[in-house]
């Protein structure tokens, strides 16, 4: 798989609208943890890194924000900036989040807990990885 956007259901509703997303329907993978990202000061970039096995799906559930995804060979940016759509972003893609607005809340959710020894933070050894080298 390569990373995409998934369209979430929009239930509209005059009292306030409702999307989600549960796995198999919208999800690709069962959810182990949780996080958000807040309080971005301007300027600032998060998640300069890989990961070994974990997936994701990050969503802009408020605001707006920039994932950058690089294969080991080229970049895409991918622009978030609603709560009804997502990022699938499977294993051993390095990823970057940047361009946060003021008050974004960024929400991800992965198949794995934390594990600190999952991540490649290193963008050369990242590359040797995948290409391979
Ligand atoms: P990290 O994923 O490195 O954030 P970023 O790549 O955006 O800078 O996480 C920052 C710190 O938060 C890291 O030292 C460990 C901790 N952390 C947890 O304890 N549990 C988690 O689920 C996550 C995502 C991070």
Known sequence: MIP????LPKIYDKR??????Q???NLPFEIERTYWVYDVPGGEKRGSHAFKEQ???????SGS???VI???????????????YGLYIPKMYWRRLE?????SLALIV???????SDYIRDFDEFKTLVNGK
């Open 4 to 7: 995409k956007i998934i369209e």
């Open 16 to 21: 306030g609208n409702l999307s989600f997303f």
């Open 23 to 25: 796995h198999p329907s």
């Open 55 to 61: 997936q994701e799906f990050i969503i802009a559930l």
């Open 65 to 67: 924000f920039d994932v």
């Open 70 to 84: 690089n294969d080991g060979k080229e970049e895409k940016s991918f622009s978030l900036n609603r709560s009804y």
């Open 99 to 103: 361009n946060f607005s003021t008050n």
């Open 110 to 116: 992965s198949d794995k807990p934390y594990s600190e």
